[in-house]
């Protein structure tokens, strides 16, 4: 169903790499996810005030930050889409890893927040009360969520989105977390032995490790992580099937965003190759990389 829904808006017509295209995707999993993430936070809120449970509020207010941080999705998707300038002569798409960084940023802060509220509700605790309606808004909550993860994870790989996967990741750590606070409130209904705040800070773990394991890797790629292997090894196999190239002497992979890289080759011809057509070889190499990788190619030949 998602991917026939996704199939419908995005189409396998539409070319991802064009920023305009990245923006309207974009655009749709910022929308949804402000909507649907404010709606879980008034359900959970009234869940959390009513019973009076931590774990039910820390779960509330990460939907909160969650919904922030699909505002943030619109607002970076925009810029990226905007054109290559003189002062970004590669184009904007690194705001996408920025994106994810201070979306990732808000989570940890969020979690280490219930952490605190956690343990002060372990010295200072109070009863819980729990029904039928605060079981049905968390069980919805938890299909909503689980929805989202997989509709954002189809987004993330159709079109090669950090920003994107880290929300599918994130609502994939909500839907665990809040089926964590309808365990504590299962185990304190049927013995009555009070576990809500530790619930809370099993949630508040899962919200910390989801925002850590996105910043590591979009601090990775800000700060010039190592291309992907795989990517590098085709563009390598692509340039030494031509029957002109004997041999990639230097070869160098930066990335400028999700589909931008910028990818500078030395390369040594064959013998033979006619001195007059070397020009007309390596413009051709460079005008085919860039149409089969999205990648922006310098190549020289010795």
Not at 112 to 124: H, R, T
Request: glycine share 6%; charged share 20%; with cysteine.
């Amino acid at each position: 169903m998602n991917k026939f829904f996704i199939d419908k808006i995005i189409g396998n017509r539409h070319d991802v790499k064009d920023p305009k295209v990245r923006k309207k995707i974009g655009t749709l999993s910022g929308f949804i996810g402000i909507v649907l993430n404010l709606i879980l936070f008034a359900g959970k809120l009234a869940v959390a005030i009513f019973s009076s449970s931590i774990a039910a509020m820390a779960d509330a207010f990460n939907n909160l930050s969650d919904a922030g941080s699909s505002i943030i999705t619109l607002f970076c998707f925009k810029i990226a889409s905007n054109p290559a300038d003189k002062d970004h002569p590669f184009g904007h798409g690194r705001i996408e890893y920025v994106s994810s960084l201070i979306v990732s940023i808000a989570i940890i802060i969020t979690g280490l927040g219930f952490v605190k509220s956690s343990i002060e509700k372990i010295f200072n605790p109070e009863n819980l009360e729990f029904d039928v309606v605060s079981l049905s808004i968390l069980i919805i909550s938890v299909l909503l969520k689980l929805w989202m993860w997989r509709f954002n994870s189809i987004i993330s790989k159709k079109i090669k989105s950090l920003t994107i996967q880290a929300t599918a990741n994130d609502s994939l750590s909500d839907a665990i977390a809040t089926s964590a606070v309808l365990f504590g409130f299962a185990i304190s209904y049927f013995t009555k032995v009070y576990i809500d705040p530790y619930m809370g800070l099993i949630v508040s773990a899962f919200i910390i490790f989801t925002g850590s394991r996105t910043f590591r890797e979009s601090l990775g790629l800000l700060m010039g992580k190592a291309p992907d292997k795989k990517f590098v090894s085709e563009i390598k196999n692509f340039v030494l099937s031509n029957k002109n190239i004997k041999e990639i002497e230097e070869m160098s992979v930066h990335n400028y965003g999700p589909h931008k890289s910028a990818v500078y080759m030395k390369v040594i011809l064959t013998r033979g190759v006619d001195s007059k057509m070397i020009n007309v070889i390596i413009d051709k190499l460079e005008d085919d990389l860039e149409r089969k990788f999205g990648c922006r190619a310098i190549v020289r030949a010795k």
